[in-house]
């Protein structure tokens, strides 16, 4: 699989389906379109550093720098499960419901406390500290 199709399968995809189940609001759509810009700055330092990254005596790689991008299944995997039972029921029936940030004239800065996982997720996957060892 090329780089691209992976950001298309693993950047897009999770944060594609987190829309369509509802993840709507203006901050959710934010924090959406930046998971998908950290999967592609993700695959993108990936494709700089690689050599940089120490290697073990087969030339693999010890470690990711960051989360790597595959691990974005885990989040499809957990909408998948809330839709399984039934716990999605369009943008108001979203587990853990919404938080307002703000509420001023012309506006609310609402936002759906589950698309905070998807913007962890993301600063994860950019993470220049965080080294997750290869198995």
Request: hydrophobic letters at 45%; glycine letters at 14%.
């Amino acid at each position: 699989m090329t780089h691209r199709n992976s950001q298309i399968s693993f950047g897009v995809a999770p944060s594609l389906l987190a829309f369509v189940v509802g993840l709507r609001t203006p901050l959710d759509t934010v924090i959406l379109t930046g998971f998908i810009c950290c999967g592609l700055a993700r695959l993108a330092r990936f494709n700089a550093t690689v050599a940089l990254i120490p290697k073990d005596g087969g030339g693999k790689a010890k470690y990711f720098e960051g989360l790597p991008i595959p691990s974005s299944l885990g989040l499809v995997a957990i909408l998948a499960y809330w839709t399984k039972r039934g716990w999605i029921t369009g943008q108001e029936g979203i587990p853990w419901g919404t938080v307002t940030l703000w509420g001023i004239e012309g506006g609310r800065g609402e936002i759906h406390v589950a698309s905070i996982m998807f913007g962890l997720w993301a600063a994860a996957m950019v993470s220049k500290t965080m080294r997750v060892p290869k198995m």
